[in-house]
């Protein structure tokens, strides 16, 4: 992670519940505080690939994986994992474009990745298009554009939810294709992908109700320090501030507020 944790800017954010609503404190879980900024990332921006943190030797060849320095995350709603990126159970290495588009099939959650910046996601169609939430539009471009030198995966089972056909899954990004701004209501470009292949409300900004005996539970595994668990009412608010921990190098104060590790 290196710098980027010495790269927090200011913060704007309110306080979300600490604790059982039942008042029964649950041993194995330490909640934490979740931030809420101001003003939605920008993604894809125009650093070059030798900006992007990704780990390479000389030796390797273009089309072989490529590691990057990331955070890793597991989310559950209730006892129920709905969300896992642990490198000790998959494979988080990335590609190149052009070996990425080999693998891609129509309907594939794709995911462009680079240090210190929130992930790009995107819905495969086919010959290099994608369908994707970009500067509060839906637009289709060339994967190849889009990425900008940037590094991809395939990231169908990220989310642990049931996937729709690739035919719905397409037909949920393709009827969407010119939409923008008042008329989305997605706030990021990996919750207008991931309800394209899932198909859940609860992707929507606004698309479920606020609960108290619904919660979800985000575990945000730092080297070094233990398993930071935060709380929030919502799956879309847990994908924000998940982005923002991504964007902005907020782990030392995430390690603050907790109290320490678990």
Same mark, same amino acid.
């Given at each position: 992670m290196g710098n980027q944790l010495d790269r927090i800017t200011h913060l704007n954010y309110s306080e979300l519940p600490t604790g059982d609503p039942s008042g029964l404190e649950k041993d194995e879980l330490r909640v934490g505080v979740a931030y809420f900024f101001?003003?939605?990332e920008e993604e894809v921006d125009d650093r070059t690939p030798s900006d992007?943190?990704?780990?390479?030797?000389h030796g390797t060849a273009e089309d072989e994986p490529f590691s990057v320095s990331e955070v890793e995350y597991s989310a559950f709603c209730s006892h129920e994992c709905i969300f896992? $990126?642990?490198r000790e159970n998959e494979d988080l290495n990335v590609y190149s474009v052009k070996t990425l588009l080999t693998m891609c099939k129509p309907g594939?959650?794709?995911?462009?990745v680079a240090t210190a910046q929130a992930p790009h996601w995107a819905i495969y169609e086919q010959d290099d298009r994608v369908i994707h939430l970009y500067k509060d539009e839906i637009r289709k471009d060339s994967l190849l554009e889009v990425s900008n030198g940037r590094h991809g995966r395939i990231v169908n089972n990220r989310y642990r939810y049931r996937p729709l056909p690739p035919d719905l899954v397409m037909q949920n990004a393709a009827g969407h294709l010119g939409l923008s701004t008042e008329e989305i209501c997605w706030?990021?470009?990996?919750?207008?992908?991931?309800?394209?292949r899932f198909g $859940?409300?609860?992707?929507k900004a606004g698309g479920e109700a606020h609960s108290a005996e619904q919660q979800y539970f985000l575990k945000v595994h730092l080297s070094g320090s233990g398993v930071h668990t935060l709380v929030f009412r919502s799956l879309e608010d847990m994908i924000r501030e998940r982005r923002r921990v991504d964007a902005s190098g907020?782990?030392?104060?995430?390690s603050?507020?907790?109290?320490?590790?678990e």
């Open positions: 101001s003003d939605e992007c943190g990704f780990t390479k030797d896992s $990126k642990l594939d959650l794709l995911e462009l706030t990021n470009s990996e919750s207008f992908a991931a309800w394209c $859940k409300r609860e992707f907020i782990l030392k104060e995430l603050l507020v907790n109290g320490g590790k």
